[in-house]
């Protein structure tokens, strides 16, 4: 008797360091080691280095070309013509494509082919991607076999949009971040994620400026990113605050999780999100959270008042008395932040994986 193995090919433009990527690396890892499972990733964007470790299972393609972006649209012709051909010699059971504004890429690429495609759209079902992307979407979209979402709150805006299109909602995989090493905690207010105009870093460094706290340190984990160059921006906010030796820009950190364990309080100040797998990560390693609740994410992922505090979105006075709050009151930010740890289990990597899994190969039964 012949053994089947099923075929599954992830389509994205970047691995490096960001939430969409970590996830496509962590589902990309889970399903390689499962019985009659082949992964495939065909990562074809302008850059093609992979920040995340994957599993040497994992088949990697890649264009033999480099995206120019002097000539941008012949560069783009021919990424849409390298992903068809790749796809259609994969011949995989089905495709999985990441990435709002390249769904619309792939999507044009496998156009005509048998291949079911999935679309995983990541980013705020509020974001517009401007007119011609606006336009596509709406005309390629219904054309995929599924749309999976990561918030409930996605799914309500999207099937006003689409009404006939099959709609799931999977949010991230956070797997469990365990204190192996020990690692002692210090008086640390943590926020994790890409230095991008939409993070409003700025706007956390004014408010933890206001807090009288002197032996407490803001740290600031995450690049440049999108050319916007707000390290400097930011570091001339600092200076000008004269608040240098209360606020570290760590950078980019492959270790993430030294920042999640040796701090004592997340916070978030991201106005557009589909699903932050920051928070879900720092609640995971035990720290409550104070976010803006901004669409979509947070409010499906902080339990208000009990793990953390949902803020409205720009109210900089309520944010800076709820971090303040968890700052003064020690046994407030461990109950919190034990309560954390348990609510984010319903974000199991293995249930998670499994339900995503299930559905891109549109299975009922159990997947082992």
């Known amino acids: 008797m012949s053994i089947i193995i099923k075929k599954i090919v992830f389509v994205i433009h970047s691995l ?20 009659n499972i082949e992964i495939h990733i065909v990562l074809y964007g302008i850059k093609r280095d992979i ?26 012709i021919k990424t849409v013509l390298f992903l068809r051909k790749k796809i259609n010699k994969l ?12 769904n619309n890429l792939v999507l044009m690429a496998v156009y005509g082919l048998k291949t079911p495609i999935y679309i995983a759209d990541r980013s705020s079902p509020l974001k517009n991607l401007g007119s011609i992307q606006n336009s596509l979407r709406k005309w390629l979209y219904p054309k995929a076999a599924g749309l999976i979402l990561q918030t409930q709150e996605a799914k309500a805006i999207y ?5 006939k299109l099959n709609i799931s909602v999977i949010g991230n995989p956070i797997r469990e971040i365990d204190n192996i090493n020990n690692i002692k905690r210090e008086n ?13 870093q700025d706007r956390l460094i004014k408010i933890f400026s206001k807090i009288n706290k002197s032996d407490w340190k803001l740290v600031l984990v995450g690049g440049d990113a999108k ?17 240098e030796n209360r606020i570290i820009l760590a950078g980019s950190q492959k270790n993430v999780e030294s920042y999640y364990l040796k701090s004592k309080i997340f916070v978030f100040t991201s106005s557009s999100e589909g699903f932050p797998n920051v928070i879900g990560e720092a609640m995971a390693a035990g720290l409550p959270v104070v976010a803006y609740d901004c669409v979509s994410g947070p409010s499906e992922i902080i339990n208000n008042k009990e793990d953390g505090f949902l803020v409205p979105l720009y109210d900089d006075k309520m944010f800076q ?17 034990k309560r954390a740890v348990i609510n984010i289990k319903r974000f199991d990597n293995e249930k998670i994986s499994n339900e995503f899994l299930k559905t891109v190969l549109n299975k009922q039964q159990n997947i082992n």
């Open 91 to 102: 011949v995989p059971d089905t495709v999985v494509s990441f990435g709002e504004y390249w």
């Open 188 to 200: 640390i207010v943590l926020m994790v994620g890409r230095l991008i105009d939409s993070k409003h």
């Open 227 to 243: 050319k916007q160059k707000n390290k400097e921006k930011l570091t001339k906010l600092i200076n000008g605050l004269k608040i």
């Open 321 to 337: 008395e709820k971090l303040e709050m968890l700052m003064k009151n020690e046994e407030l930010r461990k109950i919190m932040g």
């Open 159 to 163: 099937q006003n949009q689409f009404k």
């Open 16 to 35: 490096q360091a960001g939430g969409m990527e970590r996830v496509v690396t962590e589902f990309a890892n889970h399903f390689v080691g499962k019985k």
């Open 51 to 76: 920040f995340y470790k994957l599993n040497n299972k994992i088949h990697i393609h890649k264009p033999h070309f480099t995206f120019d972006n002097k000539r941008r649209l012949l560069s783009t």
